[in-house]
């Protein structure tokens, strides 16, 4: 069974061959560390990490490859991100990049995200950013201005625009140009920016003392450790302009060779159909989502659509995935429970071997299309709904063909979509917490009806202590875990 992959730079489904049989060069654009990570960073990193698991179960040797930008990424007012972090918490800009490096991998760790084989700093591949920008200098493909900016000259190449699908006359005319910056086109894009002395992330380089445009470090890190060409480039739709338009000029440009030649970008992420962004204060970081919902019920309302579509964060969503992960450690549960008490047996009942290998395939067909995740979902559930049934039959099961069961979970549940755990804790289930909860409140409701101000308040408070926080809302209660109000 091919793998077809759904490539942003032709628009199209392409059967995915990779440049060398058996291995898989992959890069993903990795997160700014100036802050805490959203569940936006969430939902394209264990997209991705689904599509790495899936090309290593099918026997590919993946060499993924992500980098941390602690330097050069700017606001739109010019400023550093990580030195404005740094300037507001008066420590060191290289203490704020490391402090949200350790958060981003802890939060990655945390929801199953496997790590990438390398994870290079930008600070740390100067030499190789400068090597860059001299080679595009030399070809002719960038200027230098007075005050030693160096810039990329987009009229110099045909194609710019290839993947997003802009046109450089358009960006003419919607360009917002800086008076300082003595661009000779709108469009074009810093390689290399001068730094005054007070700017204090700043290398020495032919141009003077300077740092990086963004752009050009995912050029250095991919080429470097991937090849002038490699198989696959990943990130978040978001970044698609400028960021990988730039990425992709440049590097064709410096090396005369295709720089990725698979595009895979991922859709962005909404919290109650609202982009998520500081100012609104809805902005929900990976940290606060763990501290309510499972880290495989995240996983799992990611997975649930496909990974090209948007999705909207919200309650129900996340307690209908709660749900639906639930079903499935459930019956995984059980499933190892009988095992531990039959006796081993060798074979394999060939119904059961049969139900298996057809569920198997549904799921292997549903990844080879362009990883379609809410697919081999779907299987997994209809696998899950005659598990439990041949569970509850009666029927008597032999280790062997129990232990082909559990593989199958396993594999496809486990390795494949980071949703089942190996080990799975017998703790009360979110099934059983809603449940209870539900009869909880229906108490104090009664007591509220009823005037009972204080067993309400009684009952309240013993929920506070557990953790749990009741918030009564003209439409009835509702109830999170965490402190305090907000
Ligand atoms: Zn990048």
Known sequence: MGLWIYNYLTREKERFEPLQEGYVGMYACGPTVYDHAHLGH????????????????RDYDVRYVQNITDVGHLLDSGEDRIIRKARLERVEPMEVAATY?????????????????IAPRASGHIPEQIQIVQTLLEKGYAYETERGDVYFSVEMVDDYGKLSGRDVEDLEAGARVDVREEKRHPADFALWKHADPEHILRWPSPWGWGYPGWHVEC????????????????????????????????????TGKPFARYWVLTGSLTVDNVKMSKSLGNFVTIKDALETYSPEAIRFFILSSHYRKPVDYSREAMLGAERGVERLHNTVRSLRQRKER???SATVDRSEANLLSSYSERFLEAMNDDFNTPRAIAALFDLNRDVNELLNSGKSLGQATLDAIDDVYRELGGDVLGIIPDQLTDEASGELVEGLMEIILGIRQQYRRNKDWQEADALRDRLAELGIVVDDRPEGPIWRLGSGSG
């Open 42 to 57: 969430a939902k394209t990193y264990v997209a991705l990490d689904v599509m790495v698991r899936y090309l290593r179960y």
């Open 101 to 117: 490096e350790r958060s981003y991998f802890e939060d990655m760790d945390a929801l199953g995200v496997q790590r990438p084989n």
């Open 219 to 254: 050029t250095a890190m991919a080429t470097r450790y991937l090849g002038e060409t490699f198989d696959i480039h990943g990130g978040g739709v978001d970044n698609i302009f400028p960021h990988n338009e730039c990425e992709i000029a440049q590097s064709e440009a410096a």
């Open 342 to 344: 039959v006796a081993p």
